[in-house]
């Protein structure tokens, strides 16, 4: 068995599963079977925290370790959203056959 799966431990988060959209608070979990196109953002104005789970972890686990900056402090500011770092991801994305899915409109 594989999916993904996120959940709220602060905050808000728009998440889309397939044609389905969730207005996920804290303390929802949201479940996504393999192959399911998906996607989130958080629309409010406050920061929200979430858990994510792999199963199995595979390429994701990989991807995230390229795309993003390990730290073990959890105050640590987010590194900026900048071309050279969508550039990283889009990058790291192709080599796992990761698709990486364009904003939602709104």
Do not use: W
């Not at 979990?29 to 994510?52: L, P």
């Not at 199963?55 to 640590?76: C, N, Q, Y």
């Amino acid at each position: 068995m594989m999916f993904s799966a996120f959940f709220i431990l602060e905050g808000e988060m728009e998440i889309t599963v397939g044609d389905r959209v969730y207005e996920a608070k804290v303390g929802d979990f949201v479940h996504v079977s393999k192959g399911t196109a998906h996607r989130f953002i958080n629309r409010s104005r406050t920061t929200t925290k979430m858990v994510f789970t792999f199963v199995p972890a595979g390429d994701i686990e990989e991807f995230f370790r390229e795309s993003f900056k390990e730290t073990t402090d959890r105050h640590a500011p987010l590194e900026p959203l900048t071309d050279a770092f969508i550039q990283r991801m889009l990058e790291s994305a192709n080599r796992h056959d990761i698709e990486i899915l364009p904003p939602s409109e709104g």
